[in-house]
């Protein structure tokens, strides 16, 4: 199985500072369609997960632009310009060019 | 926004079975994959099994192959997660997720397996 390895595992961040969570994966994720199958959710406390990216950088619908990802290969890195109190939950990354998907073990955000 | 709403999850004893079912009236399910991931304090988030628009084509992680099912009434709007012989590994939230348009979960349905 592909390995997603998220580092780090706990950030605490000022509020209106920026943020950044990397996510590295045991196998290229690039397919054959050019397309590179990297996600990203955010589970805030007590809910489900929510998909905020997907194909390493595009943003969900209603996801704030503050959110942004990049990355290629293996190496893929999701920023938050200026965090807010509604970012604190965990992040995880996921991979979906390889079955099974998986997921990265996930990144606390809490507010300093 | 569209929501999920999983049902059937439960306390089972080592060895029984049970069915999750997943319904969401507005959203298009012939048009859409379908997942159930489950999630336990311990290993994270698991893709557990998936199925395509029409349900022909399922895949299943290889710690369920043989014991769980999945499957979909695209008429019905819903989606279901057959499990049998139940294991207190398979303890987890089990989320309902549909992969169309847009991405969306339900809110879970915790299933416990203990004797």
Known sequence: ????????LSLSVTLGQPASISCRSSQSLVHS????????????PGQ??????YNVSNRDSGVPD??????????FTLKIS?????????????????????????TKVEIK | EEQLVESGGGLVQPGESLRLSCAAPGL???????SWIRQTPGKGLEWVAHT?????????????????SISKDNAKNSLYLQMNSLGVEDTAVYYCVYWGEANYWGLGTLVTVSS
């Not at chain 1, 489900?48 to 990216?53: A, D, E, H, T, V």
């Open chain 1, 1 to 8: 199985d592909v390995v997603m390895t998220q580092s780090p």
């Open chain 1, 33 to 44: 369609n050019g397309d590179t199958c990297v996600s990203w959710f955010l589970q805030r």
């Open chain 1, 48 to 53: 489900s997960p929510r998909r905020l990216i």
């Open chain 1, 66 to 75: 503050r959110f942004s990802a990049s990355g290629s290969g293996t190496d």
């Open chain 1, 82 to 106: 200026r965090v807010e109190a509604e970012d604190v939950g965990l992040y995880y990354c996921m991979q979906y060019r390889h079955w099974p998907h998986t997921f990265g073990q996930g």
């Open chain 2, 28 to 34: 298009t399910y012939h048009n859409s994959w379908m």
């Open chain 2, 52 to 68: 395509n628009q029409d349900g022909s084509y399922k895949y299943y992680v290889d710690s369920v192959k043989g014991r769980f």
